[in-house]
């Protein structure tokens, strides 16, 4: 009988497992870059759960040289032993049982920093092996797995007098398209984590590329804002800092307001970064725009009674954290990063203008610069409105005014028609030389483009570059942006391979995101990838996207091939440009998403230089490529 129970349990773990092997995706969102990322990120997960409990105080990871990962903490450790419901070692159900990896004996939030916070259980079954240590009663015990089975008992492997879980694992090749960790994504990802949980130190180190770093914020998310806006002027020395928690729901809150026209809120539910938004910034919202005209009304910083700060004008310049946690979060939208708990939006509202207001109260001159910043938001609102109407009302914005730039297809169905925006009137030269201007239309850009995070709307609408594009869009901006009016379905940014090329791609990409958010959502906006290299030997050539396909055309080509390597999409004659960037049956596109924006700003947040084209660089040889 007991035999036959366990045999069952057996065969549902191996079932669970399998079914994870099968469509890893349905677990961990995709088995490209992002799922792999996810593997170690589930695994921090537990050990931040363990922090949140109040048991763990540090957690190490390091990236090995035969590419597994090693996550280690100082907490309580996995329990050991026998469980009586299920017949079989705590340890075992934790790292095989389906969604036994929080919840199984806990009482603290579960706090999903996976994708959805799947347990350890599917990373095991998806790792070529994994090696759990745990360190609980006095001795140190050893298990191992391949490919979530049990490669033999628990065993005892020494002493010890502290206690604590280390996972070891290696992502299988079998799953995962590529196994190669990026240490700049893991390492930021740890300092997020460590950001939002004041106190936790988070190390990572990788002894291959001697990097290491680690990470621990006992100001929390209060030094998150002080880090995002290092570079930026405040209007306030300190962020208002607020903290919360009742009915089950802990509310976190660091803002601060800086000279900006930006707004930069950032939201997180139980560590995850939700940027669809949600419930907890639509209560957050609600509050400050309460509270800030409350606050006004009372000392009289409004003139009339009628008067009021719109939602808009006291965000303006802001740059907030809110952290939220909560038992059973439930995530939605595209990516399942929009907050869903419909109960938040009312807790964090009234939460968040009880706190905010009594911080007003007791600090007035931080109210103050709240205020005004807020005073001037509204009057530079109501000049950019009326540069808007004026815009319109002489049509500078209508299709019939297209710019004589533009290179237009004669194709009018928006689904089939493309548009590229080109960097440089030389290479936009070559692009209407290559196109097929059946369905291809060219806009070379030329001269500078507008920093959006530091001009406001009036101002934009009075570069040319910027209302050259909205006019060959055909869609309006901002609150008039109609995304059905869209002349093209897909925009291709194509600029140079350099660091400037990628300035003014970033520089595009945030003026999408912050004015025509929904062409981005809609998926209708594409970023061109002009081939790095050209390798040729006598009549045969190749064209390479990164260094690995370079040694690998050259080596196809044999000896003595000849290498350029291309700076610009200058050097490149028309028809090189059609092959390799603009021709839909040979070319390569990326759709750009939102996350690629929102990654964009994390990084690219402060206004300092050298970070910045730090960043640039780094991240122009890894762009992800996709066929479409
Ligand atoms: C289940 C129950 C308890 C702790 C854990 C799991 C736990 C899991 C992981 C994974 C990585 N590090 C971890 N640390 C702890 C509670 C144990 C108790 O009550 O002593």
């Not at 994994?130 to 979530?148: A, D």
């Not at 130190?201 to 998150?224: H, L, R, T």
Request: hydrophobic content about 35%.
């Amino acid at each position: 009988m007991e035999d036959s129970a366990y045999d069952a349990e057996r065969i549902q773990v191996l079932e669970g497992l399998e079914a994870v092997r099968k469509r890893p995706s349905m677990y961990i969102g995709s088995t490209d870059y992002h799922g792999l990322h996810h593997l170690v990120y589930e695994v921090v997960d537990n050990s931040i759960d363990e922090a949140m409990a109040g048991f763990c105080t540090s957690i190490n990871v390091v990236v090995n040289d035969d590419g597994s990962v090693t996550v280690e903490d100082d907490g309580r450790g996995i329990p050991i032993g026998m469980h009586k419901k299920y017949k079989q070692d705590a340890l075992e159900l934790v790292l095989t049982k389906l969604h036994s990896g929080g919840k199984f004996d806990r009482k603290t939030y579960k706090v999903s920093g996976g994708l959805h916070g799947v347990g350890l259980s599917v990373v095991n079954a998806l790792s070529e092996w994994l090696e759990v240590r745990v360190k609980r009663q006095g001795k140190v015990h050893f298990q191992r797995y391949e490919r979530g089975v049990p490669a033999g008992p628990i065993k005892v492997e020494g002493e010890a007098k502290e206690t604590g879980t280390t996972v070891r694992f290696k992502p299988d090749p079998q799953i995962f398209e590529s196994v190669e960790f990026s240490y700049d994504t893991l390492s930021g990802r740890m300092r997020e984590f460590a950001f939002l949980n004041k106190g936790l130190k988070v190390s990572i180190s990788e002894p291959k590329s001697s990097q290491a770093n680690a990470y621990k914020f006992d100001g929390g998310i209060v030094e998150y804002v002080q880090f995002i806006n290092r570079s930026k002027t405040c209007l306030h020395e300190k962020p208002i800092y607020i903290f919360t928690e009742r009915d089950g729901l802990a509310v976190e809150m660091g803002m601060q307001y800086t000279d900006s026209y930006a707004e930069n809120i950032y939201t997180y539910a139980n560590n995850i970064n939700t940027s669809e938004g949600g419930t907890h910034l639509v209560g957050f919202r609600a509050a400050l725009t309460r509270t800030i005209n409350d606050y006004a009304k009372k000392y009289a910083f409004l003139k009339t009674n009628g008067d009021s700060l719109s939602g808009e004008d006291v965000r303006e310049g802001l740059t907030a954290i809110l952290s939220v946690k909560l038992p059973e979060p439930q995530f939605e939208g595209q990516t399942k990063t929009k907050l869903g708990n419909s109960d938040v939006r009312g807790l964090v509202e009234s939460a968040v203008s009880e706190k905010l207001f009594e911080y007003l109260e007791e600090n007035p001159k931080v109210a103050q610069a709240c205020i005004s910043k807020a005073i001037l938001a509204a009057q530079a609102r109501e000049a950019a409105r009326k540069a808007r109407e004026l815009t319109r009302r002489k049509g500078l914005l209508d299709v019939g005014n297209l710019p004589g730039k533009l290179a237009d297809c004669t194709e009018r169905d928006p689904t089939k028609c493309e548009l590229f925006l080109v960097e440089g009137d030389s290479a936009g030269g070559s692009a209407k030389q290559a196109r097929d201007r059946s369905f291809q239309a060219v806009l070379p850009l030329r001269g500078k483009i507008l920093n959006v995070e530091k001009a406001r709307l009036d101002k934009m609408l009075k570069n040319a570059e910027i209302r050259t594009i909205i006019t060959a869009f055909g869609t309006g901006i901002e609150q008039e942006l109609d995304v059905d009016k869209a002349r093209y379905h897909r925009v291709c940014i194509m600029t140079d391979g350099d660091v400037d090329g990628a300035h003014i791609r970033t520089l595009l990409l945030t003026f999408f995101f912050r004015y025509m958010k929904p062409m981005i959502e809609r998926g209708y906006i594409y970023i061109a990838q002009p081939p790095l290299y050209r390798v040729k030997k006598g009549k045969a050539e190749k064209y390479a996207y990164g260094d690995k396909e370079l040694s690998e055309s050259a080596q196809e080509l044999g000896e003595g091939a000849e290498i350029q390597r291309y700076k610009g999409l200058g050097e490149m004659n028309p028809e090189q440009l059609r092959v390799t960037t603009m021709d839909p049956s040979t070319r390569i596109l990326k759709r750009a998403t939102i996350e690629d924006a929102v990654e964009v700003f994390t990084v690219l947040m402060g206004d300092a230089v050298e970070p910045r084209r730090l960043f640039i660089h780094d991240h122009a040889k890894e762009v992800e490529f996709l066929d479409v």
